[in-house]
């Protein structure tokens, strides 16, 4: 069943990712991420979990650790785009993709990965987010509570 489940998430991917290059970015949608990156707040018990996953040797081991922790308190709540929150009120009430991902891609610049914020376009009205987090030998994506990691070969 895991692995069905796992190429499932690997098909999705891959069909997101040619949809991305072949997609357009809207520069609003740009500037938006530049601003939430800017007023997003954090707390020391974000900081204490990084932390404590940071003693994992590799991006896979550490993301699953974080991962662990997400599956534990992860709440889906869908809010409005031009409302920012911070990680406690993320981890205490929820959030949607969009929350998700800033969170994730926070993790990926404590840690020192290189981030990449992935927007699909699902309908005229509905967008959908989700992180790509890499290193030097491998690359995670990160969609709010699923973690998907492949090692360059």
């Avoid at 991305?20 to 954090?42: D, M, R, V, W």
């Avoid at 929820?94 to 991902?101: A, E, L, P, T, V």
Wanted: proline share 1%; aromatic share 12%; hydrophobic share 40%.
């Amino acid at each position: 069943m895991k692995e069905k489940i796992n190429r499932i998430i690997f098909l999705v991917l891959c069909i997101s990712i040619i949809l991305i290059h072949y997609g357009t970015f809207n520069n609003n949608e740009l500037k938006q991420l530049k601003t939430i990156k800017q007023n997003i707040s954090t707390d020391s018990d974000i900081y204490e979990l990084i932390n404590l996953c940071e003693t994992n040797v590799n991006i896979t081991a550490r993301l699953q650790c974080l991962i662990n922790y997400v599956d534990t308190i992860f709440i889906y709540k869908e809010r409005p785009d031009d409302v920012d929150i911070s990680f406690n009120v993320l981890f205490d009430e929820g959030g949607d993709c969009r929350d998700w991902s800033i969170f994730w891609e926070y993790v990926g610049i404590k840690y020192g990965y290189n981030t990449k914020s992935v927007i699909i376009n699902i309908d005229k009205h509905t967008l959908h987010m989700f992180m790509i987090l890499s290193n030097n030998k491998s690359y995670c994506i990160v969609d709010q509570n699923v973690l998907n990691c492949i090692e360059y070969a």
